[in-house]
């Protein structure tokens, strides 16, 4: 087993079993148009995870370690959205409605497409998920599962929305989850401290968290 630092204390893993999730690193959540700012957000708050993501997909891509990205999006016949999910709150533009970088939130659209900076490469794989987490209606278990990971480091958009839901989905179903605590960027900076803190306290109740450099250090070292 190796060793990365991390809060709230050292993460142990088996290099084996050590896999890279990338959450929702969409244009429609990181650029104007889409659908963050549809919500009222400024999406230009998120684009600080961009540098220290690349350093940590850099790293798994070098060390030859699996990454899986994932996509927060929907059927162009939407039979995949609850309307619960479209109605909800007040944006400009509704999921599914035409919008600067297509449409909102739809799967093949350009703004569901995963921003430039941080595209998959041949091999990584990529799951469209219509929820939050990316448990729900995905085939995110069994990809993991034929991959025989057992340890899980996220990164992704946004820190207490779906990059939080997942840690705790893959938590209940017995991953180790490390949080990359700048590689995860939320619209609202205290709800990000606050994700962090949440997923840390109690002994790690959710999992562990530690910044990127500490983490491919870690790597580096396993
Ligand atoms: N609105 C918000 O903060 N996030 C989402 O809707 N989805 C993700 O976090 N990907």
Redesign the pocket.
């Known amino acids: 087993m190796a060793v990365i630092s991390a809060q709230p204390f050292d993460f142990t893993y088996d290099p084996k079993a050590i896999g890279l999730v990338m959450?929702?690193f969409q244009r429609d959540?990181m650029e104007p148009g889409g659908?963050?700012e549809t919500?009222g957000?400024d999406v230009s708050l998120l684009r600080a995870a961009i540098p220290p993501a690349q350093r940590l997909l850099q790293a798994f891509r070098v060390a030859g370690l699996p990454v899986i990205h994932t996509r927060?999006c929907h059927k162009p016949d939407l039979s995949d959205l609850p309307e619960a999910k479209r109605s909800r709150g007040n944006p400009s533009l509704r999921i599914g409605d035409d919008g600067p970088m297509g449409r909102i939130l739809i799967s093949g659209q350009p703004g569901a497409d995963i921003i430039p900076e941080l595209y998959p490469a041949d091999g990584e794989y990529v799951i469209d998920k219509p929820g939050?987490g990316a448990f729900y209606a995905t085939e995110f278990s069994e990809i993991l599962q034929g991959l025989g990971l057992k340890q899980l480091i996220f990164a992704g958009?946004?820190t207490e929305?779906?990059?939080q839901t997942t840690m705790r989905e893959a938590n209940d179903r017995g991953y180790d989850c490390l949080l990359a605590t700048d590689a995860t960027e939320?619209?609202f900076p205290a709800f990000k401290a606050s994700a962090i803190q949440m997923i840390t306290a109690q002994g790690g109740i959710v999992g562990w968290a530690a910044d990127v450099d500490t983490i491919v250090g870690g790597l580096d070292a396993g």
Do not use: W
């Open positions: 959450i929702d959540f659908f963050g919500l957000n927060e939050k958009v946004t929305v779906c990059v939320s619209y």
